[in-house]
């Protein structure tokens, strides 16, 4: 489930600069198809070369999906989470940072790929990135934790564009670690959050 990789993080950072980039492009990729006024022919030429991509890169792939790796240094990635995958053109990616005393913070760009109503994001999105941030905040990256219970109060609609979203843990008892989250646009906060996150009893 996690799996110890024996790789420098200058060789992660290494496979990073390779796949980081195709991310990058497959997002601009999904944004653009999203926007596009082509016409037929173009469209059916742009399907035609997409499909060629693909197949070149499934002549080699893994078994199934990416999973979760860390190194000797510490270092985990996970270039396929839905959150925070490098390599995932669904992923925005967000990039969680973490204070000293635990605390997190994210800024995010959401655009046209991430619309539920009009012009805003998709609430399934907010709670997506919530999920994740306050994962990384409960496990402060030394402890595997999963979410038992979230709890998501939508108070304003999130405007695509710029959110930022932040997180502490509020409090611990036994195998429970409690967090609180918000995300925010710029017309203030939009999502709230409260989450139990539990440290499962088999990684102990
Ligand atoms: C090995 C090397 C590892 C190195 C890794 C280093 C770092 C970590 C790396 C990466 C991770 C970083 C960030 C996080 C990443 C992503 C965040 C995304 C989060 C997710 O996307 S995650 C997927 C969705 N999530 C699930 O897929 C959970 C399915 N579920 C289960 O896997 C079990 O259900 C589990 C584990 C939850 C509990 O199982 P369990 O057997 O361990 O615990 P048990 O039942 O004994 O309960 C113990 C105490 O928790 C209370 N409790 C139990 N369940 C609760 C609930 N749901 N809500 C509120 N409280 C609950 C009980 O009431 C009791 O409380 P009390 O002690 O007070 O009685």
Request: aromatic residues 6%; hydrophobic residues 45%.
């Amino acid at each position: 489930m996690f799996r110890f990789v024996d790789l420098s993080d200058a060789e992660v950072d290494a496979l990073e600069a390779r796949y980081g980039p195709l991310g990058a492009s497959l997002r601009e990729l999904v944004d653009a198809a999203i926007r596009t006024n082509a016409g037929d022919a173009e469209v059916r030429d742009a399907v035609a070369t997409i499909e060629a991509l693909t197949e070149k890169l499934r002549i080699d792939q893994i078994e199934g999906a990416s999973g979760v790796h860390y190194n000797e240094a510490g270092r985990s990635w996970s270039w396929g989470n839905a959150a925070i995958g490098l390599r995932n053109a669904v992923a925005p990616p967000m990039d969680v940072q973490q204070s000293e005393n635990g605390d997190t913070y994210a800024e995010v760009h959401l655009g046209a790929a991430y619309e539920g109503p009009p012009g805003m994001v998709h609430g399934g999105v907010s709670a997506l990135l919530l999920d994740h941030l306050m994962g990384v905040t409960a496990s402060r990256m030394t402890k595997v934790t999963f979410t038992g219970t979230l709890t998501l109060k939508y108070r304003n609609p999130l405007p695509l564009g710029r959110v930022v979203l932040s997180g502490e843990v509020s409090g611990e008892e036994g195998r429970k670690v409690f967090v609180a989250a918000r995300i925010e646009g710029d017309q203030g906060i939009a999502v709230e959050a409260d989450g139990i996150f539990i440290v499962p009893v088999w990684s102990e």
